[in-house]
């Protein structure tokens, strides 16, 4: 059985998924494009089996959806590619038009817990397309992200960049998890096993690029509009693990996002485990 499995298609997971191809493990996998807004409506709907999702969503469907040890898309610092891109220095942002991309919740929460938490700013938010001109004729300062982000990394005279990796750093002192690799529940409990070898074919995968990283951006380069010593640089700046430290800034972030009310309740993080042993040893994290 191949479980329909989301993909998302941002530089940021190449590196999770270069090793499917490697290894002919996407196969085994019927994949699904798509950006993280429409891989959540598509899980939510069933009409994916396991996805990565964006963390806002599996916080505010816990009960849809199980998840999966690894991957994550997360970094520790700087993510380089979810920026804030702004007309003005951030601190005079308040009250100023800030647009907001359709394509990720959890940035846009994540923007909010930033500007207004931790700065006490509160801008008038906007939604806007791809065009990032558009969006500073429209308003003051822009949320970008993905591969858009990356191309502004070097702002051009007149603009401040602020990467929401860093500010999240400074912010909690702890790791921001963007996208979690999760199971509809129904499905996990009906299929366990083909959940069992989907994620033993995603691990595989990162342990294939961790040991090839070099290599890969070399040949990642050949077709995208990045050269290989930046797109290095861009991928290990990203950690695509979700050990404990990652579990609690994901909660952190929880936490800060129910206070902003964009979540009734902070979840807890409930496991698959290979079959046979139920949830994680000790059960699910608690808030």
Not at 92 to 116: D, K, N, Q, W
Not at 271 to 278: D, H, N, Y
């Amino acid at each position: 059985m191949r479980p329909r499995t989301g993909h998302i298609q941002f530089l940021n997971c190449l590196p999770i998924y270069y090793g499917l191809v490697n290894g002919n493990g996407i196969l085994d996998l019927d994949l699904v494009k798509g950006t993280p807004t429409e891989l959540n409506s598509l899980l939510l709907e069933g009409r994916l089996d396991i996805s990565p999702v964006s963390s806002i969503e599996y916080g505010r469907n816990p009960q849809e959806f199980i998840l999966l040890p690894g991957p994550t898309v997360s970094c520790r610092g700087p993510v380089r590619s979810i920026l804030l891109v702004s007309r003005c220095p951030l601190q005079e942002l308040h009250g100023r038009p800030v647009g907001l991309t359709g394509t990720s919740a959890t940035s846009h929460v994540l923007l909010r817990i930033i500007l207004e938490r931790h700065h006490g700013i509160r801008p008038r938010y906007f939604a806007f397309g791809d065009s990032l001109s558009e969006a500073l004729d429209r308003g003051m300062a822009a949320l970008l992200i993905g591969d858009r982000a990356l191309e502004h990394l070097n702002p051009a005279p007149g603009l401040h960049v602020y990467d929401l990796g860093t500010e999240w750093w400074n912010y909690a002192g702890e790791g921001m998890v963007f996208a979690v690799w999760a199971a509809r529940r129904s499905f996990a409990d009906s299929h366990p096993g083909v959940v069992e070898h989907a994620w033993r074919l995603f691990q595989e995968s990162i342990d294939f690029c961790r040991s090839n990283l070099d290599a890969i951006a070399v040949d990642a380069a050949r077709w995208e509009r990045f050269p290989a010593d930046f797109l290095l640089q861009y991928f290990r700046s990203l950690s695509f693990d979700f050990d404990k430290k990652l579990q609690e800034g994901l909660l952190r972030f929880y936490r800060e996002a129910a206070e902003l009310e964009e979540l009734e309740t902070v979840p807890p993080l409930d496991f698959f485990s290979p079959v046979g042993a139920g949830h994680l040893a000790g059960g699910p994290l608690r808030p």
